[in-house]
């Protein structure tokens, strides 16, 4: 007989209700057990539901508009305090269901009675289940009965929207479609919070501690990620911050992001996240089967998963402080601090998480020792592909005959004027490809000075291989020096002046709109151009464009004194969509000064521009 024989399968009947029940379906005791128990979790979870929830929807039946955009922030999974809800309820549950395996007298009771611990697990796990998913699927039903909330008799369709400009209805928000949704999308939340709790729970050997790591465990992701991408974006020059990948790092993340209506969409996401909750499970079921009960009120009762725990909890904190202090301190200083700031860290968070995992002072010891190298070889291997960057991301530019099209924008020039794109896209122009590629090279090589005047216009450049390869960099700081000779070069290249250029054609495919605006030191209006007079303005502007260069327009001015106070925009803009459910906004700015002879004269033969009916907005004050 196997120690689990021996342990768990006593002849001992339960000491409640149901005696016999007990003996002939033990696992079946248990889980009723757990349910009578804790009964007060499922209805304070409903309580908590209805009011965050239902409540609202019954206050305003008779005047559904008052309530409606919120109603539908909740039906599209964006309600803060319902996720809240969601999250909290699967640490609670798991941390309550399991709480018998952290007291000395009620892990002997538990495992004292005729249960395999795979059957105390399974019962244990779908009490708490039941407790976390009940609630849920009674705010379902009621949002189902609440369908019949309908707007005053004063309501005006006209003047009503939604937070969502995605063309919804108020009538399309309490929908039996949408209240599946809602129930499907809150089920994923907290059953994902609920299994890793579970899975910590087991690791765990106290209560306080379970809670703790459930709550680590949860923003274990989003705190890796955003490490990541601050060591990427801190020491890699030229490394473009992308943070789109966060919405993926759990199903909150996931649905807040989406914005939309759980069941209006088809995504594979949610399935990963299922199968990560089936992973888990399963690896906390085999981990209670083996776990030693002796070491049940240790902080961690896995050895090894503790030694894991202190290594990474020391490099977040390490990390954390290393990261703040390089953005507070200049770059001529920054190695010999980032080398102090990761001692200090180190020699202050080291000790105190071991001292929380072994629940005494005595932490350096030959374990502890080992568990500081892995550390050390962690951060190590950190710093060489960041800090020192080892792999020459920083230098690295591909062969003019390795490209195929290059992609450039910035933040005050390089703007493509078809609407088409942000930025100048699928260059080809073998001179133009040339000066990129020379801009990109200065920029790196520059020594960046710390000037006041420096230009801290962003600049992105993203060469598309012919291999299929994309290589994307972003610089915040170009240099005056660079500004002068090949930033300048490109920005007076043709091809560049060409893009920049209004394209009339295709502006109006996208349904845009040209607007002028005239501003001085007081204010600006804004003013919506006649059709029959858009052409005449585009042309005008077209030719001043043409006649730019570097030197002449003020992102390129020595100091910010040199900046225009006054001028006028050319603006070319819409608020409609492509058809394809994503938003293709169009604004492209041109600004114009009292040298561009064109638009000036072009304006000044035509004052009916300025009419108080093509008046759209007036921001003088």
């Known amino acids: 007989m196997n120690w689990e024989d021996r342990n768990m399968t006593s002849k001992t009947s339960f000491n409640s209700k149901g005696g016999e029940t007990a003996k002939l379906n033990p696992e079946k005791a248990w889980l009723k057990e757990s349910l009578m128990k804790f009964k007060l979790i499922p209805i304070i979870l409903t309580v908590m539901y209805f009011l965050v929830n239902i409540l609202p929807v019954l206050i305003y039946y008779t005047r559904f ?133 579970c899975f910590a729970g087991i690791l765990a050997g106290t209560g306080v501690i379970q809670t703790l790591l459930s709550v680590f ?17 801190i020491y890699l020059k030229g490394y473009s911050s992308d943070f789109e990948g966060a919405k993926y790092l759990s199903p909150y993340a996931y649905l ?15 399935f990963i996240y299922v199968a990560i909750m089936i992973i888990l499970v399963f690896a906390s079921l085999e981990l209670y089967k083996r776990i030693s009960l002796e070491n049940e009120e240790n902080s961690i009762v896995v050895p090894y998963v503790s030694s894991a725990l202190v290594v990474i909890l020391t490099f977040i904190s390490v990390s954390a402080n290393l990261l703040i202090s390089d953005t507070i301190f200049s770059s001529s200083e920054s190695m010999l ?35 500081l190298g892995i550390f050390a070889v962690l951060m190590a291997v950190t710093l060489m592909f960041t800090m020192f960057d080892i792999t020459g991301y920083e230098k690295r530019i591909p062969k003019i005959s390795d ?40 920029i790196i090589s520059a020594e960046n000075p710390e000037d006041p005047y420096e230009n801290t216009s962003l600049f992105t450049v993203t060469y598309h291989l012919k291999n299929g390869k994309t290589i994307k960099r972003t610089y915040s700081e170009v240099p005056e020096s660079v500004n002068k000779r090949e930033y300048s070069n490109l920005y007076n290249d043709k091809y560049i002046r060409d893009c920049e250029k209004f394209n009339l054609s295709s502006l109006n495919k996208f349904g845009a709109w040209i607007e002028l605006e005239r501003y001085d030191d007081n204010g600006s209006i804004v003013y919506k151009v006649p059709k ?20 002449s327009r003020y992102a390129f001015t020595e100091t910010p004194e040199d900046y225009g106070s006054k001028g006028i925009i050319v603006r070319a803009t819409n608020y409609k969509y492509d058809g394809k459910d994503d938003e293709k906004y169009i604004n492209i700015d041109r600004n114009f000064f009292e040298n561009d002879k064109n638009i000036n004269e072009f304006i000044l033969n035509h004052p009916e521009l300025f009419t108080k009916a093509n008046q759209i907005e007036n921001n003088y004050y």
């Open 65 to 197: 508009e008052n309530i409606a955009s919120y109603v539908d922030t909740g039906m599209r999974m964006m309600n803060i305090l319902n996720s809240g809800i969601a999250i909290g309820a699967g640490v609670v549950a798991a941390s309550t269901v399991f709480g018998y395996l952290h007291k000395s007298a009620s892990v002997t009771d538990a495992h004292s009675r005729p249960l395999t611990r795979k059957s105390l697990f399974r019962a244990s796990f779908t009490s708490g289940l039941i407790m976390v998913l009940v609630p849920i699927i009674i705010t379902g039903i009621l949002y189902i009965c609440v369908q019949g909330a309908h707007v005053s008799a004063v309501f005006d369709p006209e003047t009503f929207s939604l937070w969502f400009s995605d063309e919804s209805k108020i009538e399309d928000i309490l929908t039996l479609r949408n209240a599946f949704g809602w129930m499907l999308g809150n089920f994923l939340m907290v059953v994902y919070s609920y299994s890793v709790s």
């Open 217 to 233: 465990f949860l923003s274990l992701p989003a705190m890796l990620y955003s490490i990541t991408q601050g060591y990427l974006s």
């Open 256 to 270: 807040f992001s989406r914005g939309e209506y759980p069941l209006s969409y088809f995504s594979v996401a949610p």
């Open 337 to 371: 601090i980032s080398l102090v700031i990761i001692f200090l860290a180190t020699v202050v968070s080291f000790p105190v998480f071991c001292m929380i995992a072994d629940q005494t002072f005595r932490v350096f010891n030959r374990r502890n020792m080992k568990i």
């Open 403 to 442: 490209i195929k099209t290059i992609d450039i924008s910035g933040s005050s020039a390089f703007q493509d004027g078809s609407g088409k794109n942000e930025g100048i896209a699928k260059i080809d122009n073998p001179q133009t490809t040339d000066k990129i590629v020379r801009l990109h090279s200065a």
């Open 532 to 551: 029959d007079l858009v052409s005449g303005l585009i042309e005008a502007a077209n030719n001043d464009i043409d006649q730019w260069t570097a030197k």
